[in-house]
């Protein structure tokens, strides 16, 4: 798990975090590191990614936190650092309600569903494979037909509540096709929870879009809390 926050950091694109982890890593013994990479990540997804806030401004801040466990303050020292960054549940709620993700995010889309799909897991027997073998998936596809081409097709495509995790294989054979079908051929063979919550849909408009993208935040507040 520690090990996955590590990589995670690299895709998510706040390299400084590793400052307070490396500082961590010196001193700390392995349950408070464990402590400060949850934090870390929870922030990371709280901050940067979700409310998109001043990249300096958290950059200042891991530095500071390094600092101060490497002076000798400690865990807690650090996670008031952390802490006085958290936004809101309200402005996670607002941030969220829009939250979209372009061709050149995959991978941090894919992080931020690999960590609600494990949050809906009571054991933790599956691990998901990588990237390669797991794909991005849109829902409502990113080139559909004409006919069935959303109005607001910019708005909505990238949205998070329009995407999930799929094997790499059934998101081939789903491509374009329409939500039927993929719920029928493909959706059905999954095994991700996040995936098969989309079987009980008969079809998928930019309303349900709007519903997941609620349901996701609920779920998000949950794994990445306030208080870190």
């Known amino acids: 798990e520690e090990r996955d926050i590590w990589l995670a950091i690299a895709t998510l694109r706040a390299q400084s975090g590793y400052a307070l982890l490396i500082a961590t890593n010196r001193s700390l013994d392995e349950a408070a590191r464990r402590r400060i990479a949850s934090a870390l990540f929870s922030l990371i997804l709280r901050y940067n990614i979700i409310s998109d806030r001043d990249r300096a401004r958290f950059e200042t801040t891991m530095f500071s936190a390094a600092k101060a466990i490497s002076d000798g303050g400690g865990e807690n020292a650090a996670l008031a650092l952390l802490r006085s ?6 402005d996670i709620r607002q941030s969220f309600a829009t939250l979209s ?4 995010q995959t991978g941090v889309a894919q992080v931020l569903l690999r960590a609600i799909e494990y949050k809906l897991r009571i054991t933790e027997e599956l691990i998901i494979a990588t990237p390669e073998k797991v794909h991005l998936e849109h829902i409502y596809p990113q080139r559909p037909p004409p006919e069935n081409r959303f109005a607001d097709h910019d708005e909505y495509v990238g949205r998070v509540g329009n ?3 799929l094997d790499h294989r059934l998101n081939q054979e789903a491509q374009n096709s329409g939500f039927v079908d993929k719920r029928n051929h493909s959706y059905t063979d999954s095994a991700f929870y996040l995936t098969r919550e989309l079987l009980t849909k008969d079809a998928w408009t930019s ?3 709007d519903e997941r993208q609620r349901h996701l935040c609920d779920l998000a507040l949950q794994v990445w809390p306030h208080d870190l």
Do not use: E, Q, V, Y
Request: charged share 25%; aromatic share 6%.
């Open 85 to 90: 960054l958290s936004p809101s549940d309200d």
């Open 207 to 209: 309303a349900d879009i």
């Open 163 to 165: 995407l999930t995790l």
């Open 101 to 104: 993700f372009g061709r050149s």
